[in-house]
């Protein structure tokens, strides 16, 4: 059963129920930049690399070997 007396009586209740939603959204933000992040990075990086290897900067082998590195 549920009483009136306690920390989750009337105005408590609404902010718990806030906090516990701020909590969420900022758990899917972390994971999402977690994810996305990662990938603007890596993508960063190839950009980099076909650059490098473009001007010749780099040999073949080394271009694969690190592309390899990079996409996994």
Same mark, same amino acid.
């Given at each position: 059963?549920?009483?009136?007396?306690?920390?989750?009586?009337?105005?408590?209740?609404? @902010?718990?129920?806030?906090?516990?939603?701020?909590? %969420?959204?900022?758990?899917?933000? =972390?994971?999402? /930049? #977690?994810?996305?992040?990662?990938?603007?990075?890596?993508?960063?990086?190839?950009?980099? @690399?076909?650059?490098?290897?473009?001007?010749?900067? %780099?040999?073949?082998?080394?271009? =694969?070997?690190? /592309? #390899?590195?990079?996409?996994?």
């Amino acid at each position: 059963m549920w009483h009136a007396d306690g920390m989750f009586s009337s105005g408590w209740h609404g @902010l718990g129920m806030i906090i516990w939603l701020l909590i %969420i959204v900022v758990v899917i933000m =972390l994971i999402g /930049k #977690a994810i996305f992040g990662r990938s603007n990075q890596v993508s960063a990086a190839l950009e980099a @690399l076909n650059e490098r290897y473009a001007n010749g900067e %780099i040999s073949e082998e080394e271009y =694969l070997k690190v /592309k #390899a590195e990079l996409e996994k």
